[in-house]
């Protein structure tokens, strides 16, 4: 490491100060200046102790860029692991999805257009597992009559076999054998230089693309001369109505094979005719397609199943981070300790939290390591997803994984520190006043009932962390989307306990009269 001059060391120490003075006057503004002759600022750090525990999250919010399908064997449980997903197909505003009818040369006996063949496309860029395993998926087509709706929740748990179109539960419309590296269409997807992406490609029933494309026709000349406000068939104006009219999607479920998982990032619907083309003055006919991709614009939805994990919760040696399966770290902050004695009116510059992992013993395993942690109020453990909310770095941070050092770090929480003793605090006044109608309470009144509102709500000052992916706008880097981590990730962290705690440093800084430090 270098060593720094005496010239730096002293550079240092001021910017420090001067940086820690500015931060403090974020939280008191009561004495914004500079502080008279008299008085000084005096800076302090003081440790205590968190705690942590495992906990399995009731609800993990399954609407993702990305699907999984497989089912693996999960060393860490004992138990198998298998991943379905549900999918619809978005329509954009505008867009001519087949060429002229005329045009089409594939026809049935009556001279009606006609698909030659229909696929069902899933692009993975992820597996885990042994890359040559067979398994077999069924596709089964969804219910139109009972769509999966953009204003409903859905969860890794949801039952999604419930939106199959009745009287196919026990019948999938198409099966398809499948390993992790195609050989036909794509290649080994360890392989990052191959330049293409393996895919499962599984031929659906004519039938599937056929009515589509009546559907088409008819959206065509129901609007024939109408301008876009004026139609009155809006089955491909928008994936509203093309789900609930026109194709409301499909499930992918696995039925047999164990021992690799996918991630499909794309998966698309191709109904495959011919067509005439004119081509350097000469009208050829050629395979032509028209395509329906399922985007974040419309549900994409997993199902995961898995053995009991409460050993894993229950473990004494660590707690757990685990994904897909929701076990989460639930850390204790000792916001008490933070704001007692001489601390309680000063002003906190900064609270830094750190988590350290313990390295993988199970070689076997090849789950990942989980990349961004989310360290969120327990209270918003849920709606944070719900609301589709980012961090505000008030009551919820995040934190990526620092390989060099092995360890989460979150460099300054006192926004969520201060925030959670205030929030206690105002709601205890609240009580007091709106409940026990006592407009001056005294000292003791009011500590009595922080000790009763602190017992009737546990929770207050716990917080989780939990595995996530995270979505970034390309042009600025600013953060778009937070969403659960639904991959295959593990780590084990060192657990806060009564006689090993994790330590949390706080730094504080008041303003001092100069005559008490002479």
């Known amino acids: ?306 053995s009991d994990v409460a050993e894993l919760v229950e473990d004494e040696s660590c707690t757990w981070l685990k994904t897909p399966t929701g076990i989460c770290t639930e850390v204790t902050l000792p916001i008490d300790d933070i704001f007692s004695g001489s601390h309680k009116n000063d002003s906190i510059s900064r609270v830094e939290l750190m988590f350290n992992r313990y390295n993988k013993e199970q070689t076997g395993n090849q789950f990942g390591i989980p990349q961004n942690l989310l360290l969120v109020r327990k209270s918003e453990a849920n709606s944070f997803f719900i609301q589709n909310k980012t961090p505000d770095e008030v009551t919820s941070y995040l934190a990526a994984f620092q390989k060099a050092y092995n360890t989460y770090t979150f460099n300054n929480i006192s926004q969520m520190a201060t925030f959670m003793y205030k929030d206690r605090e105002n709601a205890v006044m609240a009580y007091i006043k709106d409940v026990l109608k006592v407009d001056n309470p005294t000292e003791a009144q009011i500590e009595e009932e922080t000790h009763e509102w602190t017992k009737r709500n546990p929770d207050w000052n716990k917080c989780c962390l939990i595995p996530v992916e995270i979505t970034t706008n390309t042009a600025s880097g600013s953060i778009t989307s937070v969403s659960h981590d639904l991959s295959l990730t593990s780590a084990r962290l060192v657990k806060g306990t009564k006689d090993e705690p994790i330590r949390i440093q706080v730094y504080y800084t008041r303003v001092a009269s100069a005559s008490n430090n002479e």
């Not at 399954?62 to 399908?69: C, K, N, P, R």
């Open 1 to 306: 490491m270098k060593k720094l001059n005496i010239l730096d060391r002293i550079g240092s120490l001021v910017v420090a100060s001067a940086m820690a003075f500015l931060v403090s006057c974020t939280e008191n503004t009561g004495n914004i200046g500079i502080p008279p002759a008299n008085e000084t600022l005096e800076s302090s750090v003081a440790v205590w102790d968190v705690y942590t525990k495992s906990v399995k999250l009731d609800s993990i919010k399954a609407h993702s860029v990305s699907s999984y399908l497989g089912s693996i064997y999960d060393p860490e449980t004992n138990g198998r692991l298998t991943g379905n997903f549900i999918t619809q197909f978005a329509v954009m505003e505008g867009f001519r999805y087949f060429p002229p009818i005329d045009s089409i040369t594939s026809r049935d006996s009556e001279g009606s257009p006609r698909c030659d063949s229909v696929m069902l496309q899933l692009n993975f860029d992820t597996y885990y597992g042994d890359v040559n395993t067979p398994l077999k998926l069924a596709v089964y087509p969804l219910d139109m009559n009972n769509p999966l709706s953009e204003d409903s929740v859905y969860y890794t748990n949801t039952d999604l076999r419930k939106y199959i179109r009745p009287g196919y539960e026990d019948k999938p419309i198409a099966t398809k054998v499948f390993t992790a590296w195609d050989r036909i269409h794509g290649s080994d997807p360890s392989n990052a230089t191959s330049g293409s992406y393996p895919s499962i490609r599984i031929p659906l029933p004519l039938s599937e693309g056929n009515q589509i494309m009546d559907k088409y026709w008819e959206y065509l000349e129901d609007n024939k001369g109408l301008s876009e406000e004026e139609h009155v068939n809006r089955n491909f104006d928008d994936s509203y109505h093309f789900i609930r009219n026109v194709h409301p999607g499909y499930y992918a479920e696995i039925i047999n094979g164990e021992g690799v998982m996918v991630r499909v990032f794309v998966d698309a619907l191709y109904l495959i005719y011919n067509a005439r083309v004119l081509n350097d003055s000469i009208v050829e006919e050629v395979p032509s397609y028209s395509v329906f991709a399922g985007t974040p614009e419309v549900i994409q939805s997993c199902q995961f199943s898995e």
